[in-house]
């Protein structure tokens, strides 16, 4: 039985390439990615137009995760970029591919995962190599 259909992505009309339900407790709100880069906060009870939309990536967006606990969602794209966004729509971080001998190794993402307890970020890429990332006040294990 269905309980909601909804057409978020309409203005760019490509495919949804991640969807989650919010974090939280309020389990009639959804997040969802379109490949053309948007991401769309939507309640389901209200089911004219998201309250709240992210132009992440011009295009080429490829994974998004919703923290389980933590008011945070990461998205990433096929042009080796992850950027991480609050819930309110504010970017919080970039991670991207710096080519210098030093730099981290990052390819073109094809999955996200946040860790459901911590603060940590696992990032499947197209290369085969899988990174987990935390943020600068996580201390290393």
């Known amino acids: 039985m269905v309980v909601c259909e909804l057409r978020p992505h309409t203005q760019r009309v490509e495919k949804v390439v991640g969807i989650s339900f919010q974090p939280g407790l ?8 379109s490949q053309a880069g948007d991401i769309q906060f939507l309640d389901i009870r209200n ?17 998004l995760a919703v923290h389980r ?8 794209s096929a042009k080796q970029i992850i950027k991480v966004f ?5 970017q919080l971080g970039c991670i991207r ?3 210098t001998l030093m730099a981290q190794k990052i390819g073109s993402v094809s999955c996200l995962s946040f860790h459901p307890y911590q603060v940590l970020l696992a990032a499947g890429d197209a290369d085969a190599c899988v990174s987990i990332y935390a943020d600068e006040n996580t201390q290393a294990r």
């Open 86 to 90: 609050s819930l309110e729509g504010d």
């Open 47 to 63: 089911q004219t137009d998201a309250y709240l939309t992210i132009d992440a990536h011009r295009g080429s967006l490829t994974a």
């Open 97 to 99: 591919y710096y080519p």
């Open 69 to 76: 606990h933590a008011p945070i969602i990461a998205s990433g």
């Open 26 to 33: 309020d389990p009639g709100k959804i997040v969802s990615a």
